[in-house]
């Protein structure tokens, strides 16, 4: 059974930082994908970034390019989102979310509130 815990949530004024960290169990994590996405009160949910566990591929949406950095801890099964420069436009409930590489099924963290005050 899958179980992600995302960690590292809270309130940052703007242009502070954050780390989300994501300890991930019950995956072969060789051939995974790990995410994060975000849903902001009365939105969708929206993909952030993502990370393949073997090669460590990265990928961001346009929103955080720059700003954002995906990495993994292979020996703690640990995902982290290290957010700088932060905004209130990135005020969301946060999601780990992970994925066998050969499938499109995301399963999905608890979530964890990231609040940006202006």
Known sequence: QVQLVESGGGLVQA???LTLSC???GLTLSSIIMGWFRQAP???RKFVSSITWS???TSYAGSV???????RDNAKNTVYLQM???E????????CAARQSISVTWSWGQGIQVTVSS
Do not use: C, W
Request: glycine share 20%.
């Open 15 to 17: 242009g502070g930082s």
């Open 42 to 44: 009365g939105q969708e």
């Open 84 to 86: 700088n420069r932060l």
């Open 65 to 71: 390019k720059g700003r954002f950095t995906i990495s």
């Open 88 to 95: 209130p436009e990135d005020t969301a409930i946060y999601y």
């Open 23 to 25: 300890a991930a169990s």
């Open 55 to 57: 090669g460590g591929s």
